[in-house]
């Protein structure tokens, strides 16, 4: 089961921002463990961002994003105690979601 | 209009699927660009992406340290003012694969993007923008310096 | 990782121009202070707070009755106040080393056993001195120095900062007694100056980017010591905590703002 995400979402004079933190080792395949083993390449493929249901953000990732990826964006609309929920999905096809409400 | 809207106003076969979750919104739309992804040079990853007429635009801002004490975590923010902007892509010059992110923004999605890459050596780091017909694109090195005892 | 810290050995003591240190400390001043909000030590805090409260191990308890120094089960502001002397293990102690004992003690699991794979990254050790360290955050450091055991650690630690061997022949305070020093563009923090101690056991534990973990304070005065080609100190032993005892002596005082985010 992966591990939580930190979602936060903010909304103010009608533009609500998202950040979100994410844990996930995003392996590009190119490392290897002190054995000289090479470790698979693990990192998240697509994320999606969507609000009330409607997307408000999707992103396909290569492995060059940063281990424990933070992303942050806006959008407009949103107000306090709606929902936004963050996915991903990696290489390997394992999936993650959390929401948030809007502050 | 919500999902129980469109359902309770008569989706059809459309309205169907939806409830039975087929065009689930969590689902990425496009199954993941492989070939930009593993192309080598951001000439290729360019073109992969069907931007390989991307002409450098000054309405793109990248805003990035101008020095990384860790090529591991580089924060990027790419702020496009291209109106119109659909989709913004996020390339690093000399790493390994050129391509390190795309991001599709729906309308209402401020072209205001933020996250971290990682930069193997000091590089430019590249952002390409799509918006109606147009791509433009827009680069900013950042220095990657090797710090302390390296551990 | 030899190579390196022959390198090291080398640039010790090299100086650059003086206007180029200036800008590059700036520059990267400016790059940690982009990566402040989201630090992903965040998500190891949650986890720790996680460990803390679920019941576990043969006895199926949790770790809500361990005691870090003011009382049973007071996690705020404990941290700032480690290393100390606990007079149920007769012993000094550091956040990792009571932590054990918790773990041990309150939860029944073997110490070969709690202790295992503790530096790796995203160990249970990890987490919870995160979510303990975390805490303390606002407080000042104010490890007591007045059990008659915490002064002997006191003067031990002291004597293994200034003591100079190994092939090396380095001590800590070989890099770690001047001001002005720094290993490439890594300025490093001179213990003698009370400023400088604060400024860097402050943030402590720390999110280490070039680790993609965080780093407690014993993995990173481990991880320093073995690049000095001395032995490495176990986990908990008196060697290490003594070190803390005496760094964060020099450091009292200072607020804590960890965990921090860091190269």
Known sequence: ?103 | MDRRTFLQQGGGWLGTLLAAGWFAPEVAAQPWNRAAFDARTVKEALEALGAKDAAPGGDIVITAPELAENGAVVPITITSKVPGTESIALLVDKNPNALSAVFTLPAGTLPDVHTRVKMAETSSVVAMVRAGGRVVFAMKEVKVTLGGCGG | MRRAAAACFGLAIAFGAVGEERSASEAIAEYRQMLEDGNPAELMELRGEELWTTPRGPKNASLAQCDLGLGPGVVEGAYAQLPRYFADTDRVQDAESRLLTCVTTLQGVPGDEAARGWYRAGSDLEALVTYVATQSRGKPIAAPVTHPKESAFLAIGADLFYRRSGPLDFACATCHAQDDRRIRLQELPNFENPESARTSMTVWPAYRVSQSAVWTMERRLIDCIRQMRHPEPELGSDAIVALQVYLQHQAQGGVMTGPGIKR
């Open chain 1, 1 to 103: 089961m992966a591990t939580p995400m930190k979602v936060r979402a903010r909304s103010e004079g009608g533009v609500t921002e998202v950040k979100v933190l994410m844990s996930h080792p995003m392996e590009t395949g190119r490392r290897k463990n002190e054995k000289g083993e090479t470790i698979p390449a693990l990192f998240i493929q697509n994320v999606t961002v969507s609000h009330q249901g409607r997307t408000v953000l999707s992103a396909q990732w290569g492995p060059a994003i940063s281990a424990n990826p933070f992303l942050s964006f806006k959008f407009q609309g949103g107000a306090k105690g709606e929902t936004v929920k963050v996915t991903w999905q990696d290489n390997t096809g394992d999936t993650r979601s959390d929401e948030a409400l809007i502050a």
